[in-house]
């Protein structure tokens, strides 16, 4: 460990990044009206990143504390990486709408065209030799020194839409809309896809018969929609040959040869996902408008999944390409609550709450064994295999006699993790690693957030008002065992970041250490190596370390003052208002280390950077 942080060190200390970025942002928008009811928008959106960047590794040498060459060559000379990133966006939509009321007849049409065009553009550059530090240049480095790479990308797409809406005296409600989309990701001949939708509702308490006059809205409706998605990098139904660069050349007869891959298998049957919501909702006012309520219940099926395909022959020497197999569903619903009234003249308030859940599912997956390292119909997404936590070996005799872990780790010692054996067979594995045959592994999380709700109060008191907004969720699993800076010293000591909770690690009954023996921790004994022998506790997902990411959080207050017209009538002043706003202001949680906001990920930092308390004051002022 330590000679390895002896070595980049230095090379930290010496490394300098350079980052310049220009931006342009055009949004112009037109609306003429040519006929009465008729108006024509005209929005062009444009959008250029240009960014400079360089990279500078000034001399270096990496010495070990005795002085000796590390293992880690030097940097002998200054290294200069220079490059130049653009990005065009360009994007005009035109759209015509036209609304039209005839004796409680209501209607509505558009129809619009929308195109966008990306273009992007990387020129970069490397020398390991510069000849002076004085002049940070390409022009101070040999020429047969220098690499050279540039990068290119373009993607497109057209979009034709038009809807049609109706009311009848906002008792039926019916509404049409189509759209054909045109994607250049995908081959031609399959670049363009249609999607059309369907809705409608029905106001019953719009009717005579209807007999709870206490009861303004009751409305049912109703919706069947498709949009696409092309989601997916471009250039996929070209077979490309990669050829490198001259830094990775390899050495044939004394000299430097260029080569070339073989190229990758194509998706030329790729195209677009489908994706289908049926939707079905009830709306109700009541009593004077002051109650409200509104219910969702909606699927959304995610058809033609763009995912790699069946797997393919290990021989190959290939993976499969790109192809749209499979059905993904999520299903779920929404719940909101209302209460707005008026005390006296006064006094105004009003509460609101949302309560959602959904779930997430395969319908669909050509996966006939049901293997567990693919998707399989019937599988929740979300769902996290891994083993379960048995127990410490508290003793060699236990250690001696264990189950065949081997498995999971080659050996294990006082302080390691025992497994459980689920199917009695006296050994820890994945069986065949297919549904019902999972050996000792099992469904021990899944991390989708249940059950999200919210609540939002507000009101006026005189010239005072408030509003208060309360989020949070309600049930969701988190595998923290899965982020190794999570495990603290386990991580060695290059990576490890070490907090009190990480002190709960396992120590026998004889141990020397200050801390004492702590035969019930929450950690197992950790090793100073990444990941080493941390393989017999880390190597798979655990229950032990299943974390509840369920939380509550008071996300805003505010407060605010307006002054009375009557005081600012004389100095030509229309609104005067004093407010201030705390945000973040409580929490609670019982997941360790990590903000259930922010986790990170992928690897991740051993703690999650919090969301900040924010306390602040302000005035609106107006003439």
């Given at each position: 460990?330590?000679p390895?942080?002896q ?18 942002v055009?949004?112009p ?52 990486a ?51 530090d ?16 540039e ?6 797409t ?16 019916f ?37 709870f ?17 092309q ?8 077979s490309?040959i ?12 004394g ?40 219910f ?66 395969w ?24 083993l ?10 236990e ?38 045959d999972?050996?000792d ?57 070490v ?105 991740g930092?051993?703690q999650?950077?919090?969301l ?12």
């Amino acid at each position: 460990g330590e000679p390895l942080i002896q070595a980049f060190y230095p090379r930290w200390a010496n490394e300098r990044y350079k980052t310049e970025t220009n931006q342009i942002v055009l949004s112009p928008r037109a609306i003429i009206e040519p006929i009465k009811d008729l108006k024509v928008n005209l929005q062009l959106n444009y959008r250029r990143n240009d960014n400079q960047e360089s990279v500078t590794l000034l001399t270096t040498s990496f010495l070990n504390p005795d002085q000796s060459v590390a293992f880690v060559r030097n940097q002998e000379q200054t290294v200069y990486a220079p490059s130049l990133i653009t990005n065009e966006y360009f994007s005009p939509n035109l759209f015509a709408d036209y609304t039209k009321t005839w004796r409680g007849h209501n209607f509505n049409a558009l129809v619009g065209y929308q195109s966008e065009v990306n273009e992007f553009q990387s020129l970069g550059a490397r020398t390991d030799f510069l000849i002076t530090d004085n002049v940070i240049s390409l022009t101070s480095s040999l020429d047969d020194d220098q690499i050279v790479s540039e990068g290119l990308s373009h993607w497109a797409t057209q979009s034709l839409f038009g809807r049609l809406r109706y009311n009848y005296k906002e008792k039926y409600l019916f509404e049409i809309s189509y759209r054909a989309d045109g994607s250049s990701r995908f081959e031609p001949g399959r670049r363009w896809a249609r999607f059309p939708s369907y809705s409608a509702g029905y106001n019953i308490a719009r009717e005579e018969f209807w007999p709870f006059k206490s009861i303004s809205t009751f409305k049912l409706r109703g919706s069947q929609g498709t949009l696409g998605s092309q989601n997916v990098a471009a250039n996929q139904f070209l077979s490309l040959i990669n050829v490198n660069s001259p830094g990775t050349a390899y050495l044939f007869n004394g000299g430097q040869q260029l080569f070339a891959d073989l190229p990758g298998l194509e998706s030329e049957s790729l195209t677009w996902e489908t994706i289908k919501t049926l939707d079905f909702g009830l709306d109700i006012n009541a009593l004077d408008n002051k109650l409200g309520l509104v219910f969702d219940w909606y699927r959304t099926d995610t058809e033609g999944v763009q995912a790699q395909g069946a797997d393919l022959p290990a021989v190959l020497g290939d993976t499969a390409p790109l192809t749209n197999i499979g059905v993904a569903r999520v299903e779920g619903w929404e719940f909101e609550l209302s209460w707005r009234q008026n005390i006296g003249s006064d006094f105004s308030y009003f509460v609101r709450g949302v309560l959602s859940d959904f779930k997430r599912t395969w319908v669909e997956y050509p996966n006939e064994t049901n293997l567990l390292n693919q998707p399989f119909a019937g599988q929740d997404i979300g769902d996290v295999w891994g083993l379960t936590w048995d127990g410490w070996f508290q003793t060699q005799e236990e250690v001696d006699n264990r189950l065949d872990q081997s498995f999971v780790a080659g050996n294990f010692t006082i302080g390691d993790t025992k497994y459980a054996d689920l199917n009695g067979d006296g050994v820890i594995d994945r069986g065949t690693n297919t549904l019902g045959d999972s050996g000792d592994f099992s469904v021990i999380a899944n991390e989708t957030p249940r059950y999200q709700y919210s609540v939002t109060l507000g009101g006026n008191w005189k010239a005072f008002d408030f509003n208060v907004f309360v989020q949070g969720v309600g049930k969701r699993d988190f595998v923290a065992s899965t982020h190794q800076r999570f495990r603290g010293p386990a991580q060695g000591p290059f990576h490890a970041m070490v907090f009190e909770e990480h002190l709960d690690y396992y120590r026998p009954e004889d141990t020397t250490s200050p801390l004492g023996p702590n035969t019930d921790a929450y950690f197992p004994k950790p090793y100073a190596a990444n990941p080493g022998n941390n393989r017999r506790n880390y190597n798979f997902a655990v229950d032990r370390y299943v974390q509840d990411a369920s939380y509550i959080r008071l996300k805003s207050v505010q407060l605010g003052y307006t002054i009375p017209n009557r005081y600012l009538e004389k100095f030509g002043i229309r609104n005067f208002r004093i407010y201030a706003t705390g945000e973040n202001l409580f929490f609670k949680s019982d997941l360790l280390f990590y903000d259930p906001e922010t986790i990170p990920s992928g690897f991740g930092n051993a703690q999650s950077y919090p969301l900040s308390r924010i306390i602040s004051t302000g005035i609106n002022l107006s003439f």
